[in-house]
T-cell receptor, first 113, second 112 residues
C-alpha cells in the first residue's frame, strides 16, 4: 500500500530555533515529492524534489530528498512566529489510472516568541 | 494575477442530495486537481484534469466526478451525498508541474 508518513506530528519551538521535519514514503513508481505549508486553508507550495541529494533552498527553508532511503527532510533555520503552520509532504506516484498524489498527515509547527 | 477561486465557500447539504463545486484556476493554468481534506484522513487526491481530459484519478468511488471546460474552469460533482463526505474540498491549478500547484481557499461541505 502506498503511503507517506511525516514526523513528528507536532512540534513546539522558540523563535530562533532550527527545526527538521521528516517525510518518509513507500510508493510504487515514484515521480516527485512536494512540500507545502498550510496556515489556514489553502496549502502554499514550497518545494518540489525529484532528484536525490540536490538541496533546494528558499530563504531560511531548505529541503533534500534521499531516493535510496525513501525520505525527505525540510529544514527551517532561525524560526519565526510566522513559520507556525502545518507542513505537508506529498508524493506523486505513477499508477494504472495516471499519476496520483499521496499526502502525509502533516507536521504541526508552533513557534513561540 | 488572480489566484485560484473556488465557489461556494460554504455549503450545507442533506444526505442523498448531490452537489457541484466550482473552481476557476489561475489564468493560463491548464491543469486543475481536486483534493478532499478531513481531520481523520488528511489531504486526499481526487482527480486531475488537463485540457478538458481527466489525466489522473485517486481512489474515490464513482459518486465523485468532475469535468473541465475549454476555459480550464473545473467542476466537481458528488452524487448521493453521505455524512462522510463532509470535508474541505480544495482545488489547485498549475501551469508547470515543477512549479507545484497553487491551491484555492476551498469549499467547506457539510452533509447533515
Amino acid at each position: 500500500e502506498d503511503k507517506v508518513v511525516q514526523s513528528p506530528l507536532s512540534l513546539v519551538v522558540h523563535e530562533g530555533d532550527t527545526v527538521t521535519l521528516n517525510c518518509s514514503y513507500e510508493v510504487t513508481n515514484f515521480r516527485s515529492l512536494l512540500w507545502y505549508k498550510q496556515e489556514k486553508k489553502a496549502p502554499t507550495f514550497l518545494f518540489m524534489l525529484t532528484s536525490s541529494g540536490i538541496e533546494k533552498k528558499s530563504g531560511r527553508l531548505s529541503s533534500i530528498l534521499d531516493k535510496k532511503e525513501l525520505f525527505s527532510i525540510l529544514n527551517i533555520t532561525a524560526t519565526q512566529t510566522g513559520d507556525s503552520a502545518i507542513y505537508l509532504c506529498a508524493v506523486e506516484a505513477g499508477g494504472r489510472t495516471g499519476n496520483q498524489f499521496y499526502f502525509g498527515t502533516g507536521t504541526s509547527l508552533t513557534v513561540i516568541p | 494575477k488572480a489566484g485560484v477561486t473556488q465557489t461556494p465557500r460554504y455549503l450545507i447539504k442533506t444526505r442523498g442530495q448531490q452537489v457541484t463545486l466550482s473552481c476557476s484556476p489561475i489564468s493560463g493554468h491548464r491543469s486543475v486537481s481536486w483534493y478532499q481534506q478531513t481531520p481523520g484522513q488528511g489531504l486526499q487526491f481526487l482527480f486531475e484534469y488537463f485540457s478538458e481530459t481527466q489525466r489522473n484519478k485517486g481512489n474515490f468511488p464513482g459518486r465523485f466526478s468532475g469535468r473541465q471546460f475549454s476555459n480550464s474552469r473545473s467542476e466537481m460533482n458528488v452524487s448521493t451525498l453521505e455524512l462522510g463526505d463532509s470535508a474541505l474540498y480544495l482545488c489547485a491549478s498549475s501551469d508547470r508541474v515543477d512549479y507545484g500547484y497553487t491551491f484555492g481557499s476551498g469549499t467547506r461541505l457539510t452533509v447533515v
